[in-house]
């Protein structure tokens, strides 16, 4: 947050598309005193948000008796209860499931019962000495075994093949990661020096195919998969529940220390190391057979729950089959003990946001003003557990998704950052022109026009560390070629934590950004043409 960025004016008419992501900051003109033309239809609608509104819903969405809206606990539900009550009152439509205005979104949450490894009479660690993901994993009874087999790369593709001529059903095999590569670079399995997809997860859907009853994956900095990964594997973890949630698609799996791996591979490292490096010289695999003492159980509990994406439709006119999707998640972390995490600013403010954005539209349509074309508000459920309420939308759509023209997605907007300290009148924008320099360039204009903010676009560099464009739910329509834009006003010292509290929230501000927001869809609704896309996806 503190890294310095160099401050310019970006001119929009100039953005290239080829890649370099703009990331630098957007100074409105300060010596532009002409008041904005309070004529135009979104600059009216978006006046009806207001800061008392906003701060009325807040109090109510972020107080202790909403016990932090963790997705699928009561105070998510009590939530729902609230914005459907007030979308009821407003006169929305019921698109939802059975007359009602929700989506319904399954989740699987699955814990660790018991997890044990031993090898050769010694018992390791979970967490510690190696790793194995509770949603990857089906429920395995205590099983010993003498033998496993050392299976290169757990490669199976017709150029390359660690399984040809092996029989591995209802074996143990222990793999690398990667593939094989030669001294000039050269993959094997492609022959170029472009890598295979032969991603981890392609190989553990291999292992399941050819019928393994576990797979032991070496890692050669197990210690940083572990931080890397401790969130998600203590406690819960969440998943989307499908149809197709019974049929696991991977074999059961761990991730073990070089440590662990020395342990197996006994007095054979010899043999393992010459057959590593005459896959990766020749191209040519082979299994070598291991016997250690192997003691193994993996015992997962599970539990599904019903959460709900909520839709607020208004109906276009002469464009209507197209469609602007509007989004911000409702849930939050929940509680800890006697601590409620009551996420006000996440996303208690993105939440609210389309609240107020919803009263003022509909009260728009009831007075004979009607968007060209129709705009769904959505709060999606799940983000905390990985985005998963706008990914089961993204791939359950209410609406047809080649008719989505863009998402505008909302995501803490009532504090400012260390950056910005004290200051209102900002705001991150994300992902504006990854897909679409016409999405970069009407934000631009409705800014330049009316809202006059301080555009930041570090967090929208393709090198941001903290990757804020694959975090938060506009990325899951970005995924499949929609223009999308996020905004998002930095991370603070109560993101996360017990004190992000209403209190604490800069209403001014929220107002502000959410008014820049509610024109920003109002354009995209009733511009002539669609968006264009010229952007790639990545």
Same mark, same amino acid.
């Given at each position: 947050?503190?890294?310095y960025?160099s401050?310019f004016?970006l001119?929009?008419?100039?953005?290239?598309?080829?890649?370099?992501y703009i990331?630098?900051?957007?100074?409105?003109d300060?010596t532009n005193?002409?008041? #904005?033309d309070?004529?135009k239809?979104?600059?009216?609608?978006s006046?009806?948000?207001t800061a008392?509104?906003?701060k009325?819903?807040l109090y109510?969405l972020?107080s202790?008796?909403y016990?932090?809206?963790?997705t699928g606990?009561a105070?998510?539900?009590?939530?729902a209860?609230y914005i459907?009550?007030?979308l009821?009152?407003l006169?929305?439509?019921k698109?939802?499931?059975?007359?009602?205005y929700?989506?319904?979104?399954?989740?699987?949450?699955?814990s660790?019962?018991?997890?044990?490894?031993?090898?050769?009479?010694?018992?390791?660690?979970?967490?510690?000495?190696?790793?194995?993901?509770?949603?990857?994993?089906e429920?395995?009874?205590?099983f010993?075994t003498?033998?496993v087999?050392f299976?290169g790369y757990g490669i199976d593709?017709?150029?390359?093949?660690?399984?040809k001529k092996?029989?591995?059903k209802?074996k143990?095999?222990m793999?690398?990661?990667?593939? #094989? &590569?030669?001294?000039?670079g050269?993959?094997?399995?492609t022959?170029?020096?472009t890598?295979?997809?032969w991603?981890?997860?392609?190989?553990?859907?291999a292992?399941?195919?050819?019928?393994?009853k576990?797979?032991?994956v070496i890692e050669?900095?197990i210690?940083k998969?572990?931080?890397?990964?401790?969130a998600?594997v203590?406690g819960?973890?969440?998943?989307?529940?499908?149809g197709?949630?019974?049929?696991?698609?991977?074999?059961?799996n761990?991730?073990?220390?070089?440590?662990?791996?020395?342990?197996?591979?006994?007095?054979?490292?010899?043999k393992?190391?010459?057959?590593r490096d005459r896959?990766?010289?020749r191209g040519?695999?082979?299994d070598i057979k291991?016997?250690?003492?192997l003691?193994?159980?993996q015992?997962v509990?599970?539990?599904?729950?019903?959460?709900k994406?909520?839709?607020?439709?208004?109906?276009?006119?002469?464009?209507?089959d197209?469609?602007?999707?509007?989004t911000?998640?409702?849930?939050?972390v929940?509680?800890?003990?006697?601590?409620i995490?009551?996420g006000?600013?996440?996303?208690g403010?993105?939440?609210?946001?389309l609240?107020?954005m919803?009263?003022?539209?509909m009260?728009?349509?009831?007075?004979? &003003?009607?968007?060209r074309r129709?705009?769904?508000?959505?709060w999606?459920?799940g983000?905390?557990?990985?985005?998963?309420?706008?990914?089961f939308?993204?791939e359950? #759509?209410?609406?047809?998704?080649e008719n989505?023209?863009?998402?505008?997605?909302v995501d803490?907007?009532?504090?400012s950052d260390?950056?910005?300290a004290?200051?209102?009148?900002y705001?991150?924008v994300?992902?504006s022109?990854?897909l679409s320099t016409?999405?970069?360039n009407?934000?631009?204009?409705?800014?330049a026009?009316h809202?006059?903010?301080t555009?930041?676009?570090?967090?929208?560099?393709e090198?941001?560390?903290?990757r804020?464009?694959?975090r938060?739910?506009?990325?899951?329509?970005?995924r499949?070629g929609?223009?999308?834009i996020?905004?998002f006003s930095?991370v603070h010292e109560?993101?996360h934590q #017990?004190?992000?509290?209403p209190?604490?929230i800069?209403y001014?501000?929220?107002?502000?950004?959410?008014?820049?927001i509610?024109?920003?869809t109002?354009?995209?609704?009733?511009?002539?043409d669609?968006?264009?896309?010229?952007?790639?996806?990545k």
């Open positions: 947050m503190k890294t960025v401050l004016l001119l929009a008419t100039t953005l290239s598309m080829n890649g370099q990331s630098g900051v957007y100074i409105p300060s005193t002409t008041a #904005p309070s004529s239809v979104g600059f009216k609608i006046q009806n948000i008392e509104d906003f009325r819903h109510v972020a202790d008796d016990q932090g809206r963790e606990q105070g998510i539900e009590k939530a209860e459907q009550g007030h009821d009152a006169g929305y439509p698109i939802g499931v059975e007359n009602s929700y989506q319904k979104v399954g989740f699987r949450f699955s660790w019962k018991s997890n044990e490894l031993h090898v050769n009479g010694k018992r390791y660690k979970h967490l510690w000495d190696y790793l194995a993901f509770q949603d990857r994993n429920p395995m009874d205590t010993i003498n033998e087999i299976l593709d017709p150029e390359y093949s660690d399984y092996n029989n591995v209802g143990v095999i793999i690398y990661n990667g593939e #094989p &590569i030669d001294k000039k050269k993959s094997h399995v022959n170029t020096q890598l295979s997809d991603t981890l997860e392609k190989k553990l859907m292992a399941k195919r050819h019928g393994v576990l797979v032991m050669e900095d210690k998969m572990l931080m890397d990964n401790r998600r203590l819960n973890s969440t998943t989307l529940l499908t197709d949630t019974e049929k696991n698609e991977y074999a059961n761990v991730h073990i220390s070089t440590t662990i791996a020395q342990s197996i591979i006994g007095d054979k490292l010899k393992v190391t010459k057959s896959s990766r010289k040519k695999a082979r291991l016997k250690p003492q003691r193994v159980n015992v509990s599970r539990t599904d729950l019903l959460g994406n909520i839709l607020a439709y208004i109906e276009g006119t002469d464009k209507k197209e469609l602007i999707v509007v911000a998640h409702y849930d939050h929940g509680f800890r003990g006697d601590e995490f009551n006000a600013d996440d996303n403010t993105g939440t609210t946001s609240l107020e919803a009263d003022a539209f009260v728009a349509k009831k007075n004979g &003003i009607s968007p129709s705009i769904l508000f959505m999606v459920t983000e905390e557990k990985g985005l998963l309420g706008s990914q939308y993204s359950n #759509p209410i609406f047809p998704i989505t023209v863009a998402n505008v997605n803490m907007i009532g504090r260390e950056k910005y004290g200051r209102g009148d705001i991150y994300i992902g022109d990854r016409d999405l970069h009407i934000n631009e204009a409705v800014n026009e809202s006059r903010l555009f930041d676009y570090t967090f929208n560099s090198s941001d560390p903290n804020f464009y694959y938060s739910d506009h990325y899951n329509f970005a499949k929609i223009p999308a996020f905004f930095g109560d993101y #017990p004190t992000d509290t209190d604490k800069n001014e501000k929220s107002e502000h950004i959410a008014r820049h509610a024109q920003l109002w354009e995209l609704a009733n511009r002539e669609r968006i264009v896309v010229d952007g790639e996806v």
